[in-house]
């Protein structure tokens, strides 16, 4: 049967049919690490694997000074551009290297009391220490891997992803069978510089066509402009991942540490399958958005996206719903109490993944006000709705905040996206 041009053509969809077997090979993998895992180090081992996940989260953020955004759109802009290239790796080099200093002196120095808040022990100093060790690593890799996305490299991309997640559930496996929760938790600490490494090995001709490095100076030509992505991923990538801590924390204290771990289990899950909708939003999305200037083209194209995304997120999360019992019994069989929060995490997560394509046009635009104020308001209203539902409903309560959360944000960013076309249009025509 002959497939339609419409369908062939589809440079969406062929990025989310490639990125659907490099996810489907990356969740078989992850399956098989989140059972083990579960099985031998249990409910308050999966909580401080989290919670380490949300740190990572924050240092890449605050290593690269927030700018991978900002290396997406103007590499995509600029591509063809030698000039303004050299202008925004020279700034992306003087960001880089003073957000890494700054990093790992604060992980070395305050290990002793990072380790206790967000470990609630001081045994992980070790953990923090290494972590300083590692940050020059996070922060490179944020950078090239921006590069990367900026030039829309998707097939390469989706190999190194895989590569570098095989090699990385390998050392997880081996650590966790040999030392334990520390074992897996060095494993996931020292991840970013396997990732680094097998970006550099499969993209250095890329990099050295795009990245003169002898001509690198030690200015700032394009700070303005990266700033803004940096204040903006403050509050997307650090606020959220320090209100994930804190959340966790409070449904240890308030409730039990064995909900701390199913809630971050469940977490895990969606995680897991949003995964693939991350690497089509700053493949695709963001390059896509940058270079639309009126409404009737963004309507066309988000319609494109919706029609092309949301229907196989739409049967996936069914599938996962209706199929609820059996994930839990493969994954995490001992986590009793996790099966009522699938309803709430899934519906939260359709609604989010039609929020976020809105709101990549915060980032595409540099609308930083609006990007920083929807920001703000979906963590202050999934914190809120935490801590009220929790004290209610339990556990349960805090994956109904995630979605009550998404379905006010959604409305939100929809309505500031269509302002600012309505504005610009009134410029226009002034």
Do not use: C
């Not at 396997?194 to 001509?215: G, N, T």
């Not at 903006?232 to 409730?255: A, C, G, K, P, W």
């Amino acid at each position: 049967m002959k497939i339609p041009e419409s369908i062939r053509g589809n440079l969406l969809l062929k990025m989310t049919s490639l990125n659907a077997g490099v996810i489907g090979v990356r969740l078989v993998i992850s399956l098989f690490i989140q059972r083990l895992l579960a099985e031998i180090v249990g409910e308050a081992g999966i909580a401080k694997i989290g919670s380490l996940r949300n740190l990572l989260e924050m240092l890449s953020s605050f290593a690269s000074v927030g700018i991978f955004s900002g290396v997406v759109k103007y590499v995509a802009e600029y591509k063809d551009d030698k000039e303004q290239l050299q202008k925004l790796f020279s700034t992306t080099l003087v960001f880089t290297v003073l957000g890494t200093i700054v990093v790992s002196l604060v992980l070395f120095f305050g290990a002793d009391y990072l380790s206790t808040t967000i470990f609630d022990s001081p045994n992980y100093i070790y953990l923090i220490k290494l972590l300083a060790v590692i940050v020059p690593f996070i922060s490179m890799y944020r950078v090239f891997n921006g590069i990367v996305n900026g030039l829309s490299l998707y097939k390469k991309l989706a190999g190194i992803d895989l590569f570098s997640y095989i090699l990385s559930a390998i050392l997880t496996v081996v650590l966790l069978l040999t030392n334990n929760i520390d074992g897996a938790l060095i494993a996931i600490a020292i991840t970013p510089a396997l990732q680094f490494f097998v970006l550099l090995y499969i993209f250095i001709k890329v990099l050295r066509e795009y990245v003169q490095f002898s001509k690198l100076t030690f200015k700032v030509p394009m700070a303005n402009g990266l700033l803004a992505f940096s204040l903006m991923s403050f509050f997307s990538t650090v606020l959220l991942n320090y209100v994930e801590i804190d959340i966790r924390v409070m449904i240890q204290n308030r409730i039990t540490m064995a909900d701390a771990g199913i809630w971050t289990a469940m977490t895990n899950i969606s995680k897991n399958y949003m995964v693939f909708s991350s690497a089509i939003f700053t493949l695709y999305v963001l390059p896509k958005f940058a270079g639309i200037h009126n409404k009737t083209d963004f309507k066309t194209e988000l319609f494109n996206i919706y029609k092309t995304l949301l229907p196989l997120f739409g049967v996936g999360m069914l599938l996962i719903y209706f199929l609820r019992d059996f994930v839990i019994q493969i994954i995490y069989p001992d986590f009793l109490g996790m099966e009522p929060l699938f309803k709430w995490q899934l519906l939260g997560d359709f609604v989010r993944l039609a929020a976020i394509v809105l709101g990549y046009q915060f980032l595409a635009k540099k609308m930083v006000r609006n990007f920083i104020f929807s920001e703000v308001l979906s963590l202050a209203l999934f914190y809120g709705f935490s801590y009220y539902f929790a004290g209610i409903y339990g556990v349960e309560g805090v994956v109904m905040a995630h979605f009550l959360r998404y379905v006010v944000y959604f409305f939100v960013v929809f309505f500031l996206v269509f302002r600012y076309f309505k504005k610009q249009r009134k410029t226009t025509a002034e």
